[in-house]
């Protein structure tokens, strides 16, 4: 079975410019999670969707931050206009409905690494 | 405020060596979670496992064991007889109850295994 498909899987950009991070999930997976990585702050979690609908977004770091979920096979997380300091690993994770999702089992991705200049 | 503490930033040990991963968390509730997630040089988290407050056993899992004493706010993780493949690095994440996906996590123990 397919894990969680991020892409890009590397992204080097300029200051200023959108970026456009792509997920897919588990199919029947009903979580959707955005997490990030840097070496300052570690893992910290930006929003899930449950069902397609935002749940929890106070992760989000300011306005420049937008999350969709269209559907229940793919995910977006758009940055814009970028920053140096967005400098990160993006991960995205999803979860099956409830026991699992509830339990903190998330399935990852292999995470996109972004690199603003 | 709910924290988790790995104070071991990299361990390195020799190949069948036993090691372990120190985990230090902090709630002021009484119903929470706590987990161990593997990532490994591709980059993906992995769950390894997951304890809830009321539950203090001991886990083990072939050479993976792990301690949890509430009384001392730790869960820490064994690896028994290492192997290269266990080079990874672990993070311990801590998380309330009924928010599953909102994981707390610690800065992570980078563990090498050597040959």
């Known amino acids: 079975d397919a894990g969680v498909i991020q892409s890009p899987r590397h992204e080097v950009t300029e200051m200023g410019q959108e970026v456009t991070l792509r997920c897919k999930p588990i199919?029947?997976?009903?979580?959707l999670f955005w997490y990030r990585q840097t070496m300052m702050r570690g893992l910290e979690l930006l929003i899930y969707?449950?069902?397609?609908?935002?749940?929890?977004d106070s992760g989000m770091p300011e306005d420049r931050f937008s999350a969709k979920m269209p559907n229940a096979s793919f995910s977006t997380l758009k940055i814009q206009p970028s920053e140096p300091r967005d400098s990160a690993v993006y991960f995205c994770?999803?979860?099956?409905?409830?026991?699992?999702?509830?339990?903190?089992?998330?399935?990852f991705g292999e995470g996109s690494r972004l690199t603003v200049l | 405020a709910q924290k988790v503490t790995q104070a071991q930033t990299e361990i390195s040990v020799v190949e069948k060596e036993d090691v372990t991963l120190d985990c230090v968390y902090e709630?002021?509730?009484?119903?929470?979670?706590l987990f161990w997630y593997k990532q490994p040089p591709s980059g993906e988290l992995v769950f390894l496992i997951r304890?809830?407050?009321?539950?203090?056993q001991n886990e083990i899992s072939g050479r993976y064991s792990w301690n949890f004493q509430k009384s001392t706010s730790s869960f820490n993780f064994t690896i028994t007889a290492s192997q290269v493949v266990d080079s990874a690095v672990y993070f311990c994440?801590?998380?309330?109850?009924?928010?599953?996906?909102?994981?707390?996590f610690g800065q992570g123990t980078e563990l090498s295994v050597k040959p």
């Open positions: 994770a999803s979860s099956p409905l409830s026991g699992r999702a509830l339990a903190g089992e998330l399935f």
């Open positions: 199919s029947g997976h009903d979580y």
């Open positions: 969707f449950n069902n397609n609908v935002p749940i929890d």
């Open positions: 709630t002021r509730d009484t119903t929470y979670y």
């Open positions: 304890r809830n407050s009321f539950d203090e």
């Open positions: 994440a801590l998380n309330r109850y009924n928010q599953g996906g909102k994981l707390i």
